[in-house]
């Protein structure tokens, strides 16, 4: 499945905005610092036996540096202007996880986009 371009975990006793630009150096290879959006809780999600509850913190983050993916980390990426991006969600929503669908729409309501 799409999901964001760059997402992951706070270790224990980090603050979120250091994992973010620590997770934006490990997956894309940017070192910036990124700018806090909004947070929010996605809808308990269930796998199979496995139950996941996530409470997600976004931040957007602006650079010029180009981008090196992490093959570790990431399968595939790639890059749409902000009106492909859009018509990408539409089309394949049922592609995209949840949390990214979920913080997307929102980012689009925050920004009125």
Same mark, same amino acid.
């Given at each position: 499945?799409?999901?964001?371009?760059?997402?992951?975990?706070?270790?224990?006793?980090?603050?979120?905005?250091?994992?973010?630009?620590?997770?934006?150096?490990?997956?894309?290879?940017?070192?910036?610092?990124?700018?806090?959006?909004?947070?929010?809780?996605?809808?308990?999600?269930?796998?199979?036996?496995?139950?996941?509850?996530?409470?997600?913190?976004?931040?957007?983050?602006?650079?010029?540096?180009?981008?090196?993916?992490?093959?570790?980390?990431?399968?595939?990426?790639?890059?749409?202007?902000?009106?492909?991006?859009? &018509?990408?969600?539409?089309?394949?929503? &049922?592609?995209?996880?949840?949390?990214?669908?979920?913080?997307?729409?929102?980012?689009?309501?925050?920004?009125?986009?």
């Amino acid at each position: 499945m799409w999901t964001a371009s760059c997402t992951g975990h706070v270790k224990s006793g980090e603050d979120p905005k250091t994992a973010a630009a620590r997770e934006l150096k490990e997956e894309l290879g940017i070192t910036c610092l990124p700018r806090f959006m909004f947070k929010f809780i996605v809808p308990t999600i269930t796998y199979l036996d496995k139950i996941e509850r996530e409470f997600d913190i976004v931040y957007e983050a602006v650079s010029d540096e180009a981008v090196r993916i992490d093959t570790r980390e990431v399968e595939q990426g790639m890059f749409l202007a902000f009106d492909k991006c859009k &018509e990408f969600f539409k089309a394949k929503r &049922e592609e995209i996880t949840l949390d990214a669908r979920l913080a997307f729409e929102k980012y689009l309501t925050d920004k009125n986009l």
